[in-house]
């Protein structure tokens, strides 16, 4: 069940991370019509939020049988509303899986062009990603500080994994992508700075101490792979950046190195996916 658990947070986490990041960067890397570009975002933002419903729903099923120690437990009415009623996670997970739903709707409906109202509600839902987990360790204010650190953290996160995802859909199109990277660059600079900033954050505060040891076990190793997937990202993107007045004369080149750089970003979600499920070392 906890390897199902793990696959399940990290399917959600990702697609969830994805929507907002698209959204976010569609405006700040384009200011021009891509009506192709747009149908394609379309067709793929509407499976991104079938799939977070449908893995939000698997992930609630999942907490409940893991509680009650029994997986006919997940689908017992009552058991499972016990678990959304009267725990926090429950209480969270009905806001998030209300807003999933309601952001599934909206993608059929007149009003999917709306920006603000999609920005709106992937931003709710992914801010409702915050508390779950080790986010809700603490209580009173550390507690609410933790989880907007949280917040922070997942926003840089989303930004910049699907900016990457949307920078690869932009560079399959017919463009001059030089413009579209200084953009992306410009932005990504704050983004690398929240991430490693509040990264920091939580770590110090979940384990008390700037880095657990000992370093090749449990919490420790997997944040470590986690940081060196990150570190990674960070190499290929100060590449790319330092490339970037001759990336038209090496577009094979750059395609490849922002899929690995999102390959990676997808691996560091994936060692997130478990850290949420491992007791963090507190430092004695």
């Not at 384009?30 to 509407?46: C, F, K, S």
């Not at 199109?173 to 953009?183: F, G, K, T």
């Not at 792979?225 to 080149?253: E, H, P, S, Y």
């Amino acid at each position: 069940m906890s390897e199902a658990l793990v696959l399940c947070r990290f399917v959600h986490f990702i697609v969830v991370l994805l929507l907002f990041g698209v959204w976010l960067f569609r405006p700040l890397l384009l200011t021009r019509e891509a009506p192709e570009l747009d149908r394609h975002l379309a067709r793929l933002v509407r499976w991104l939020t079938a799939t977070a419903l449908a893995s939000g729903i698997a992930w609630a099923l999942l907490i409940t049988a893991s509680m009650a120690g029994s997986t006919a437990a997940a689908f017992d009415p009552n058991t499972l509303a016990v678990v959304l009623g009267n725990t926090f996670f429950g209480q969270v997970w009905r806001w998030h899986l209300l807003i999933n739903a309601l952001l599934l709707a909206l993608l059929f409906t007149p009003w999917r062009s709306n920006l603000a109202l999609r920005l709106g509600l992937s931003g709710a839902l992914l801010a409702t990603l915050a508390p779950v987990g080790h986010g809700a360790m603490l209580d009173g204010l550390s507690g609410q500080l933790l989880i907007l650190n949280q917040l922070i953290h997942l926003t840089c996160v989303a930004a910049w994994l699907g900016g990457l995802l949307l920078l690869l859909m932009i560079l399959r199109q017919p463009s001059e992508p030089r413009a579209v990277l200084r953009r992306f660059s410009g932005v990504g600079y704050w983004l690398v700075t929240g991430l490693l900033i509040t990264g920091l954050i939580n770590v110090r505060v979940l384990t008390g101490q700037w880095w657990p040891t000992p370093l090749f076990s449990g919490f420790a190793l997997i944040l470590l792979i986690k940081a060196t997937l990150v570190l990674g990202m960070l190499a290929l993107a100060l590449f790319n950046r330092l490339r970037i007045d001759d990336c038209q004369q090496r577009m094979g080149a750059l395609k490849r190195s922002v899929v690995m750089e999102w390959l990676l970003g997808v691996g560091a979600v994936a060692a997130v996916s478990l850290l949420g499920t491992l007791p963090p070392m507190i430092a004695a």
